[in-house]
């Protein structure tokens, strides 16, 4: 190995180890003796406070304009004891740890005692939000986005994620962030979303019917377009339309292997 190469596969190390806590604690990363233990630990725990701030604040922001009326603001759970219990199982970026900090939020924001009906549908949005864009890239992807030109059966995107809610937060979202007195409504309805997230990280959010919702519960990799069709009720160039829209949207991809 030259020592170029060497130089940097020392500096992946380092940047996994302060992002990685079950790695900071192997055996594999003390035996390199690099650094003092007790200085990487809580430079790391300073950054995952760090990394997990910009994305509460950014999933929750709309619990996060409510908070003068919940009084509970998204970002505080970073200061309390939860947020530590987490930390040496963190792994910054994953989904795993994504879920974990996400589902505190939603905990601790629930406990308030004002009444926002449709509180509960905006704090399952946002977790949503925040656990698909959690989770490795992929950067290179084999299959193509044309269900026409494929072979390939299509196959639902891991992570993706369908929201039946009780309240149409789509119309009430943008007024939230808006000036308001007293907290907007939202029109009491059922509302099915999807979001999805593209192999470079964009985040997307659409509406979605059943028969949608059906394609995207049912593309397993293993069914044809045309088995999908048959058993969503759509005619194959629906389906096709569907498909491709989808995939656009980060929701299904087409893969015929490395």
């Given at each position: ?94 989904r795993a740890t994504a879920r974990a900090v996400a589902r505190l939020v939603v905990d601790h924001v629930t406990g308030t005692a004002a009444s926002i009906p449709y509180l509960r549908d905006l704090l399952r949005y946002e977790e949503a939000m925040m656990v698909v864009e959690a989770g ?123």
């Open positions: 190995m030259s020592a170029a190469a060497g130089d940097r596969a020392l500096h992946d190390r380092v940047i996994r180890a302060l992002a990685d806590a079950p790695y900071r604690a192997s055996p594999e990363w003390r035996a390199l003796d690099l650094a003092d233990a007790d200085r990487v630990e809580r430079y790391a725990r300073f950054l995952a406070r760090h990394f997990y701030y910009e994305r509460i604040v950014h999933f929750f922001k709309y619990s996060r304009a409510l908070a003068r009326v919940t009084g509970r603001r998204p970002e505080a759970v970073l200061a309390g004891p939860a947020f530590d219990a987490l930390l040496p199982q963190a792994v910054l970026g994953s490795p890239r992929v950067w290179r992807e084999s299959g193509t986005p044309d269900p026409e030109a494929s072979p390939a059966p299509p196959q639902t995107v891991e992570g993706t994620v369908l929201l039946e809610l009780a309240y149409d937060l789509p119309a009430v979202l943008p007024r939230l962030l808006e000036p308001w007195t007293e907290p907007p409504a939202a029109p009491q309805r059922p509302t099915r979303l999807l979001v999805a997230r593209s192999p470079y990280g964009r985040v997307a959010v659409a509406r979605s019917d059943a028969r949608v919702a059906a394609v995207v519960e049912l593309a397993d990799g293993k069914r044809t377009v045309a088995e999908l069709a048959a058993r969503t009720g759509l005619d194959v160039g629906e389906l096709e339309a569907a498909l491709r829209d989808l995939v656009e949207l980060g929701a299904v991809r087409f893969s015929t292997g490395s």
